[in-house]
């Protein structure tokens, strides 16, 4: 088993998150407007390795889930298989898996959450799954360690500078899931998702054995943040927007 894969739930720092000040005195500024964050070359290494090992664990968590769930859908499917020809998707919901966006009757649909929560195994590994999705896609970015602790704040480039200048940021977005952890549970269609991964077209280098960890970069399709960029009005100006909605960070996986 990877070790990753077996790393505890996750459960909110008790201290309040604090972030680098916001940079106000020209000394901070770069000349073609970005704003430095005060962070040592240790501390940016640190924070690198801390995204990554989120990374990888909302991967490896989705995979503990995927192959907990697939053999239950099989049984299901022989046990009762008119019912599970029809649609449904699931979501977490206080200590239980629970179907929504279904035309199932109610006594089907309490059939299908019996067998999804019956030994308490899967609603588990949702669980920890919906934690490390939380903690690798929070509004710090994955800053967040296994402890609890901060490691400061990404820069978005290798000199540590944050690029605020609108012309010279052309395609430039982000997405903040501030909040994140209180919306993930209601956000994530566990069963979409699963479905999602397991038919998506492979990228070349990606083994097929590892095809579950692709679950941790699609569920971005399912979460809802305030997504920023910058367009250019028809004056020639530029201008800030900033709207509600999804974007998947680092396309260039699939």
Request: proline residues 6%.
């Amino acid at each position: 088993m990877n070790a990753l894969s077996a790393l505890p739930a996750w459960s909110p720092p008790s201290l309040p998150k604090v972030k680098p000040p916001p940079a106000t005195t020209p000394d901070t500024l770069c000349a073609r407007g970005c704003v430095k964050h005060p962070l040592s070359d240790e501390d940016r290494q640190r924070t690198y390795d801390t995204r990554w090992l989120n990374q990888q664990a909302v991967e490896y968590r989705f995979v503990d889930f995927a192959n907990a769930l697939e053999p239950r859908l099989q049984t299901m499917k022989m046990l009762r298989p008119t019912i599970m020809e029809k649609p449904f998707d699931t979501i977490y919901d206080d200590g239980r898996l629970k179907v929504v966006d279904t035309e199932m009757t109610i006594d089907e649909r309490a059939w299908v959450e019996d067998q999804l929560n019956f030994d308490g195994s899967l609603p588990r590994l949702a669980d920890a799954f919906n934690r490390q999705v939380a903690r690798t896609y929070d509004e710090d970015n994955g800053s967040w360690d296994i402890q609890g602790n901060f490691h400061g704040s990404e820069s978005l480039n290798a000199d540590g500078f944050e690029v605020i200048d609108p012309v010279n940021a052309s395609g430039f977005r982000r997405i903040n899931y501030a909040g994140l952890g209180n919306t993930v549970n209601g956000s994530v269609k566990l069963m979409s998702l699963y479905k999602e991964t397991a038919n998506v077209k492979l990228p070349p280098y990606w083994d097929e054995a590892s095809r579950y960890r692709l679950g941790g970069y699609l569920v971005q399709n399912y979460l809802q943040g305030d997504v920023s960029y910058y367009v250019r009005l028809a004056d020639g100006s530029v201008e800030l927007k900033v709207e509600r909605g999804s974007y998947r960070q680092e396309d260039y996986v699939i």
